[in-house]
């Protein structure tokens, strides 16, 4: 029997899409519903099943940017047969998404017991969920936004890509919001860093789905919730990205930080009153 029913598996499809790319942690918002609906929040199969229906997110993302997605691969695979084109920005935009991906798959591979274990309880979430609101709140203060996408470099990646690291580890700090915020202080404007966000997740995103399927459905989640979620999640992705690009293109961070840190204490008043454990 699933330890996920596909009722519950359409309700955190629709927190994993809302929330998978919003600064305000797709994991701990994840985590807080599993706790609320009795759901075991460091059981494999539960960490399993969130993974995998992260890969609907970034179908979501695909679909979003399929022409860009489009443009770069073909400078890409150009550039592998021609010399003379790699100086393409696009060219060496693919190269640096596979380079800066590279360290979340390492500390991914070598910390899954952490992660999986103590790095997996609430009380880290609501922790990181406020740190992290502070870390954003700051970046965005900082920044002098003022840099574009094309004006990206392998180190901007490189040090974006290795922030997700912090999201990794400390589920609750955001991978949005620690990519961001890493933008943000490398004097990116916020749509910059938000696509530039939304890029790097796709190799990681979407790795972590697939290794983490066969732990998913062997572990006690069925096909039906699996499926369920990862469709939902699709669905209301694609939203939230849409809505997203408009939001930071006229406004700051300020509401998500004020969010993440009601969030934060609400969540510690719900562990230490024993509402959720």
């Not at 992260?54 to 489009?70: E, H, N, P, T």
């Not at 380079?99 to 017991?113: Q, R």
């Not at 309880?121 to 003022?146: C, E, N, P, T």
């Not at 609750?172 to 890029?199: C, E, I, K, N, W």
Request: net charge neutral.
């Amino acid at each position: 029997m699933s330890v996920i029913s596909v009722g519950q598996a359409v309700i955190l499809g629709a927190v994993e899409g809302v929330t998978e790319f919003l600064p305000v942690s797709s994991t701990g918002h994840l985590k807080i519903t599993e706790g609320l609906m009795g759901i075991p929040v460091d059981d494999d199969a539960v960490i399993g099943f969130s993974a995998v229906i992260q890969v609907g997110a970034i179908a979501a993302v695909l679909v979003y940017f399929y022409k860009d997605i489009v443009r770069i691969l073909t400078a890409w695979v150009t550039g592998l047969r021609e010399p003379e084109e790699r100086y393409h920005h696009d060219y060496k935009f693919a190269w640096w998404v596979i380079y800066a991906t590279i360290p979340i798959v390492l500390v991914g591979l070598a910390a899954k017991p952490l992660i999986q274990g103590p790095l997996a309880s609430l009380w880290v979430v609501a922790a990181s969920l406020i740190v992290g609101s502070g870390v954003m709140w700051v970046a965005d203060q900082m920044s002098r936004h003022k840099r574009g996408e094309d004006d990206t470099s392998f180190k901007d990646a490189m040090l974006v890509g290795s922030s997700q690291i912090l999201a990794l580890l400390f589920p609750g700090f955001s991978r949005s919001g620690a990519t961001m915020s890493t933008a943000l202080l490398l004097d990116l404007d916020r749509v910059a860093a938000t696509r530039l966000s939304f890029f790097l997740g796709i190799p990681a995103l979407t790795g972590a789905g697939i290794y983490e399927l066969k732990d998913a459905l062997g572990a006690g989640v069925g096909a039906a919730p699996l499926i369920a979620g990862t469709l939902v999640s699709f669905v209301v992705a694609y939203a939230s990205i849409s809505w997203l690009l408009k939001f930071v293109a006229k406004h700051s961070f300020n509401a998500f930080v004020i969010y993440r840190i009601i969030i934060g204490v609400l969540l510690l008043g719900l562990l230490g009153t024993g509402v959720l454990s």
